[in-house]
């Protein structure tokens, strides 16, 4: 009954949600680990859109950008729109600071010309998310993980002092001073109350970020103290243990915008004039599911980069989870690399699924050569810190 109930919850919260305003992987990590060239293409599962224009300023061949959610490919879309047609001021005050005062005549000139028919209806509908005209005044206080973000932020105005400590703390010019304003201000007390811990348990509260009911579990079962001592020993890891300077992830959830120094590529301003000069032509949205957006792409893939949805495959869907790796093999070009990503501590249900390759059924593991040194290295160094495990692994030759 839980299980139904918590797939029942993930389902509502994104069945027609814009669920992720922007993107909770550091790509930091990823583009030491994908190794771009200029030959190289790149699939991606969208999510914010981020990491698709992260990725195309190393300047691949090309970036399909996959999600099953029409909303997260409209976001991506904005962006582009944004990129092609707006200065770079106004578009570092839409997505940087999350609003913009004349947000309505700038969609309506600038942006939704440009617009496939189905994004612009997706934005017709949602024009407040930019205007700063409710109290969720910021872009990155809507959707549902923003709406959390949001309530985070009013939790934050409450216990006396807490506010100004995260903010100390986020101006911190070292990790030893921000561990010692968080023990010094005694955050970890106040921010993880009685009442956090109960909201932080509940499935409706993961789902608004993203985190299935099969996620939680793979935490609560591997992970001491389960999902709230999961969390809070990975929120003080940040505070205390990780530099906050450059670490935009945290910045724009505990502010609701981003500074010109604390932003993702993208929204720099070499990262835009880049992007702007043609290098976002190479981005393209699809909404499909991995397989079925491999079963009609022509041209051969050689990076996947595949976040955590395989946690949520295993758990409900084994059978696609397979069908999906068989898709991988069938359209990876040579010396393919894959990224992911999984709330578990260790992934143990990728190396057993049976595919067939060269003609013959072998194991997805016996097909893979992990770099694990290199995945190790990179992990400790996540900006975002929420994931249990990083995985990187290149397809072999089955032939070989």
């Known amino acids: 009954m839980k299980e139904w109930i918590g797939r029942k919850c993930f389902s509502a919260v994104h069945q027609h949600n814009l669920v992720y305003n922007t993107c909770w992987e550091d790509p930091r990590l990823d583009r030491t680990a994908l190794r771009l060239g200029p030959d190289d293409t790149v699939m991606v599962i969208t999510s ?33 729109s944004a990129i092609r047609n707006l200065a770079f001021d106004d578009f570092f005050q839409v997505f940087g600071k999350g609003f913009h005062p004349r947000w309505n005549a700038i969609y309506h000139d600038a942006l939704r010309p440009s617009l496939a028919r189905a994004d612009q209806v997706i934005w017709d509908k949602r024009q407040n998310f930019f205007d700063g005209s409710t109290r969720r005044r910021s872009f990155y206080f809507r959707g ?13 105005n409450r216990p006396p002092g807490l506010r100004e400590a995260v903010e100390q703390i986020l101006s911190a010019d070292s990790p030893e001073q921000q561990a010692q304003i968080y023990e010094a201000k005694n955050v970890s007390k106040q921010l993880f109350s009685k009442p956090m811990r109960w909201a932080l348990r509940r499935d409706t509260t993961m789902a608004m970020l993203g985190v299935p009911r099969s996620q939680r579990m793979q935490i609560e079962r591997g992970y001491p103290g389960g999902i709230g001592g999961f969390i809070q020993d990975r929120i003080e890891t940040v505070f205390k243990k990780i530099p906050l300077k450059d670490n935009y992830f945290w910045r724009v959830y505990l502010t609701g915008h981003y500074t010109p120094e604390c932003c993702p590529e993208y929204l720099s301003q070499v990262g835009f004039e880049q992007l702007k000069s043609g290098l976002v032509d190479r981005v393209s949205s699809h909404t499909n599911t991995v397989q079925g957006f491999l079963a009609e792409q022509q041209r051969a893939v050689s990076r996947f980069v595949l976040l955590d949805h395989m946690d949520w495959l295993y758990e409900n869907h084994p059978d696609l989870l397979t ?15 894959i990224l ?11 190396d ?23 995945a190790e290295q990179l992990h400790v160094t996540d900006r975002v810190h929420t994931y249990g495990s990083f995985y990187i692994a290149d397809l072999m030759d089955a032939a070989a």
């Open 48 to 80: 914010a859109g981020c990491n698709a224009l992260d990725y195309a300023l190393q300047s691949p061949k090309a970036v399909y950008a996959v999600d099953m959610n029409p909303l997260q490919n409209a976001l991506l879309e904005l962006k582009k």
């Open 144 to 156: 549902t993980s923003g709406f959390f973000a949001w309530m985070i932020n009013g939790y934050l």
């Open 323 to 337: 069908a999906e790796w068989q898709s991988i093999i069938n359209r990876s070009a040579p010396q393919t690399r």
């Open 340 to 350: 992911w990503r999984s709330a578990a501590l260790e992934v143990d249900f990728i």
């Open 352 to 374: 057993p699924l049976t595919v067939t390759a060269a003609g013959k059924q072998v194991r997805v593991g016996d097909l893979l050569r992990y770099d694990s040194e290199l």
